[in-house]
């Protein structure tokens, strides 16, 4: 019987627990996916503290790859033994094995890694999302990117210098200035820096025209202050708490500015939009100009502490989690 991370209650990594699991045989549009790398991403920690709202108990997880083990009777475009990849809008991937829709599973392209394509999937549409749809980087852009070399962080960083952009990138220790120097990043400010100031010297006074902010409750504000009259406010991610709630004359009074909250599911709601999004990144992926850092990796049944690392900010680019 296959095994699998389950959650009967939310709390701190001690709730991950590792059990089995029944699975049936796939419906007439699945796949069973038997996984071989499944990605670790901070939606797993909300979802785990119940930040995000989910019925329990649940295997949590939104992203892997692996191979295709069998196919429902409706499915034509995939093969047994075919090698792909996933990012779902439910939860589930904390397994060795799962039943996924096959409109939402993409073939791994050769000369791309199962850790690798694990790893970027989420984290790589995110950023594919972020600067090619909700805001798109244009050549010379100031661009703020926090987290900058965290997992999201990192792939937009190397995205945005592609496009020509300019980028200043917040990080939290020198560890992780010096990753984000590597990447291309032309300023590199830590948290407690005074990033404000460094995005006004940097865009002679003007401001950025957008900033990426995954972090939350203890940025928002600063970076609305970051921005150039008529720039955009992306807040993506939570990792400091949610951000409480805001005024619209908070963004009258800087500028006129733009603040969205997008979430991708919303970005690849069709097959084909999901399938364009993945061939831009895979593309990018094997040309190098995105190059996946896989910081550490760590048993599936390890998940807890996987999640201590993630939470104290201890990682390094990607994790992933090996079944």
Not at 89 to 113: H, K
Request: aromatic share 6%.
């Amino acid at each position: 019987m296959p095994q699998a991370i389950r959650i009967h209650h939310h709390g701190g990594p001690e709730v991950l627990q590792w059990e089995p699991i029944e699975i049936g045989e796939p419906g007439a549009d699945e796949v069973l996916i038997r996984h071989t790398a499944v990605g670790l991403n901070f939606f797993d920690v909300y979802e785990r503290t119940g930040l995000y709202q989910a019925t329990l108990p649940l295997t949590p997880g939104r992203e892997a790859a692996g191979v295709v083990e069998k196919l429902g009777s409706a499915v034509r475009y995939f093969s047994p033994g075919d090698r792909v990849a996933y990012v779902s809008n439910t939860s589930g991937s904390y397994s060795e094995q799962r039943l996924v829709p096959a409109e939402r599973v993409v073939r791994i392209p050769e000369g791309i890694d199962d850790r690798v394509a694990a790893a970027v999937l989420l984290k790589g549409l995110t950023a594919q999302m972020l600067l090619r749809q909700v805001y798109r980087v244009r050549k010379n852009d100031f661009v703020l990117i926090h987290a900058a070399a965290g997992g999201v962080g990192s792939i937009a960083l190397s995205w945005a210098k592609y496009l020509g952009a300019r980028v200043l990138a917040i990080v939290g220790d020198e560890a992780k200035a010096d990753h984000a120097k590597a990447l291309g990043a032309d300023q590199v400010v830590l948290t407690h820096d005074d990033w404000v100031t460094a995005a006004k010297t940097m865009s002679a006074e003007r401001g950025v025209h957008v900033v990426y902010d995954s972090v939350g409750k203890d940025t928002f504000l600063r970076s609305l202050d970051c921005l150039r009259s008529r720039g955009m406010m992306i807040t993506y991610g939570n990792s400091s708490g949610a951000v409480p709630p805001v005024a619209p004359l908070e963004l009258a009074k800087r500028g006129s500015l733009f603040l969205t909250r997008p979430t991708l599911f919303d970005y690849i709601r069709t097959r084909n939009a999901l399938v364009r999004a993945v061939q831009e990144l895979f593309e990018l992926v094997s040309r190098g100009v995105i190059n996946v850092h896989i910081g550490q990796a760590f048993p599936l049944k390890e998940a807890a502490q996987a999640h201590r690392e993630l939470e104290a900010r201890r990682t390094t680019g990607s994790t992933v989690l090996m079944p």
